[in-house]
């Protein structure tokens, strides 16, 4: 466990930490950072990962696969720990529990304890999460609920949202380029690989600006379950789940630790879109950050056992 800490946690809570610490000392735009990586380097790692990386039709669908029953067993979780509260407060513990950081934290810790084929694993559980986030999210924390000037809920609502993202679009140009066997120029292969390697610490330091402005907030029995949850529930569900549609070896590892890591960033975002209960799910993402030190180290040293 130690040298987990140490070869595979400590470089991504180093550099948070360094966001965090900026954040708390000065005033930064995190608006213009979240949007530089949702539009322009998310997108560049997405399809860099696409175009150079060796992936297999029957893993993409097998990985899927365990990844929904996952999801699916988070938000069966969430709705426990949220059993007898008010309804904004039991969705945002299903989001809490369903969403997770597989993009800030869960691509850098990959690309350490497993290298590139990892990465590129993790990737495409990063795509599934975009997936996840933008049809998922509106449902659960607004179907059936009518609130003046929030936006529409609905499967619709949630593809049409989906479909706005530029690295839904980079997912549709990479498999055509892949299908085609079509090479970029090397001048804009260059390009799009720059910002694909600008696309991790940058994702870190977001990560640390938006924990950093928080403070520390109120935390309640029912958040503390949902984070236990997420940390220790996320990566047992993912290990049956994998199990269940035939993955083994490194594929399995991978999705169990992503499935580790805390809620993610952007529940918290969708919260405050969809007017839902935002405080919860930040306390959820706060804590459940802090806490994933020492039980993402345990999952990361435990992970050779599944090789």
């Known amino acids: 466990m130690l040298n987990a800490l140490g070869t595979v946690l400590l470089p991504v809570f180093v550099v948070a930490g360094l966001g965090a610490l900026l954040s708390s000392r000065l005033p930064i735009d995190q608006a213009t950072v979240a949007r530089l990586t949702l539009y322009l380097l998310s ?53 809490s529990v369903s969403l997770w950081n597989s993009g800030n934290m869960g691509l850098p810790i990959a690309l350490f304890a497993f290298g590139q084929t990892g ?11 975009f997936v996840t986030v933008y049809l998922v999210a509106p449902l659960v924390y607004s179907a059936g609920v009518r609130t003046e000037g929030q936006p529409r809920a609905g499967l619709g609502a949630g593809l049409l949202n989906m479909v706005r993202l530029p690295a839904v679009w980079m ?5 055509v380029l892949r299908a085609l066997n079509v090479t970029l120029p090397t001048g804009l292969a260059r390009s799009v ?3 694909a390697q600008a696309t ?19 935390l309640t029995r029912r958040v503390w379950l949902a984070v236990a949850a997420r940390l ?17 070896g490194q594929a399995l590892a991978v999705l169990v630790l992503s499935a ?16 839902s209960d935002a405080e ?28």
């Open 43 to 95: 997108p560049a790692l997405v399809l860099n990962v696409l175009l150079t990386t060796p992936i297999q039709a029957g893993e993409i669908l097998a990985l899927g696969a365990a990844y929904a029953l996952t999801v699916a067993g988070c938000l069966a979780l969430g709705w426990l720990c949220g059993l007898g509260a008010p309804q904004a407060e039991r969705r945002g513990l299903m989001a």
């Open 119 to 129: 990465f590129a694993q993790a990737t495409l559980l990063f795509l599934m999460s």
């Open 171 to 175: 997912v549709g140009l990479g498999v």
């Open 193 to 195: 690989e720059l910002l």
């Open 200 to 218: 991790l610490p940058v994702v870190l330091l977001s990560l640390g600006l938006q924990l950093g402005a928080g403070g520390w907030p109120r």
């Open 232 to 248: 220790v529930g996320g990566p047992l569900l993912a290990l049956g789940a994998g199990w269940l549609c035939g993955l083994d």
């Open 260 to 275: 580790s890591m805390p809620t993610a960033v952007n529940a918290l975002l969708m919260a405050r879109e969809y007017g």
């Open 280 to 307: 919860t799910v930040a306390r959820a993402a706060f804590l459940s950050t802090l806490l994933s030190l020492p039980t993402v180290a345990g999952v990361v040293a435990l992970l050779p056992r599944l090789n």
